[in-house]
C-alpha cells in the first residue's frame, strides 16, 4: 500500500509516517525509493496511535515495539536482565495509572457535556413552545 493510501485511511499524515520511518517506530518495505505498507504495518500505526492516546512517549513506544519483537522467542526472553523487566514493570505501572487518571478526567467530562446537552434540549424544546404559542 502506497504511504499516500495509508495516510488517507490513518488520518496520519506523510511528513508523521516518514518520521515514523525515521525514527524506527515503522519499517516499510522499500519497493525503490518508495514505501511499501503491509497489514502489519497499518496494526503497528493503531497501535501507535492508541499508546499515543493514552500518554505514551514516541521514545516509550519505540521501546514497547522493539519489546514486543523480542518477546518472540523465549530466549530473548531469558536472557533479559532483572534490572530492565522491573524498569518495564515501572513504567507500565505508572501508564496504567495515568490512563486510568486520563479516563476518570474523560468520563467527569461526560457527565459535564451530558448535562450541558440536557438543559440545551430542555432550552430548545420551550423555544419552540414558546414559538408555537405565538
Not at 523480542?70 to 534490572?83: A, C, K, P, R, V
Not at 518495564?88 to 468520563?107: G, S, V
Amino acid at each position: 500500500m502506497k504511504m499516500s493510501e495509508v495516510s488517507q485511511l490513518t488520518g496520519i499524515s506523510k511528513d508523521t509516517l516518514h518520521y515514523y520511518d525515521k525514527i524506527g517506530l515503522l519499517q516499510p518495505q522499500r519497493n525503490g525509493s518508495h514505501r511499501d505498507y503491509q497489514d502489519t504495518d497499518l496494526e503497528t500505526i493503531e497501535l501507535i496511535q492508541i499508546l499515543k492516546d493514552a500518554t505514551f512517549s514516541l521514545d516509550e513506544i519505540r521501546l514497547l515495539l522493539d519489546l514486543d519483537k523480542q518477546y518472540l522467542t523465549m530466549e530473548s526472553i531469558l536472557q533479559m536482565e532483572t534490572n530492565d523487566i522491573e524498569d518495564i514493570k515501572d513504567l507500565l505501572a505508572i501508564k496504567l495509572d495515568q490512563i486510568e487518571q486520563k479516563m476518570n478526567r474523560l468520563l467527569t467530562a461526560q457527565q459535564l457535556i451530558k448535562g450541558m446537552h440536557e438543559k440545551m434540549d430542555q432550552l430548545s424544546k420551550r423555544s419552540h413552545q414558546n414559538e408555537s404559542n405565538t
